[in-house]
């Protein structure tokens, strides 16, 4: 299983990015898909991840900015970030495992990583 992340960059406080995980060697319809992000000097924690059936679940610290999607036909996962603050600032990372109708949110339920893409939010 690969999974690859894009879309990182550079943001202002208040803008946007979309990040994309592109996962192959995978029945992708039956896999979770959960977004991480890890600051410097932090731990990794959950953002936000996307049952098999296409629920999605999410971070209090991201509730109502971010948005996760997935499209089967193209096996990718999409994470739509809106109103960016600094403290969002992070390597943000996709992983997979095989899925059901449970939420997965913790580091350990998750069998495959991606490479992380770096998101700055700063004026």
């Known amino acids: 299983v690969q999974l690859v992340e894009s879309g990182g960059g550079l943001v202002r406080p208040g803008g946007s990015l979309t990040l994309s995980c592109a996962a192959s060697?995978?029945?992708?319809?039956?896999?979770?898909i959960g977004w991480f992000r890890q600051a410097p000097g932090k731990e990794r924690e959950g953002v936000s991840c996307i049952t098999s059936s296409d629920s999605p679940s999410y971070a209090e610290a991201v509730k109502g900015r971010f948005t996760i999607s997935r499209d089967n036909a193209k096996n990718t996962v999409s994470l739509q970030m809106n109103s960016l603050k600094p403290t969002d600032t992070a390597v943000y990372y996709c992983?997979?495992?095989?899925?059901?109708?449970?939420?997965?949110?913790?580091?350990?339920?998750?069998?495959?990583w991606g490479q992380g893409t770096q998101v700055t939010v700063s004026s």
């Open positions: 060697g995978v029945t992708f319809d039956d896999v979770a």
């Open positions: 992983a997979a495992r095989l899925g059901d109708s449970v939420y997965y949110t913790g580091t350990g339920d998750y069998n495959y």
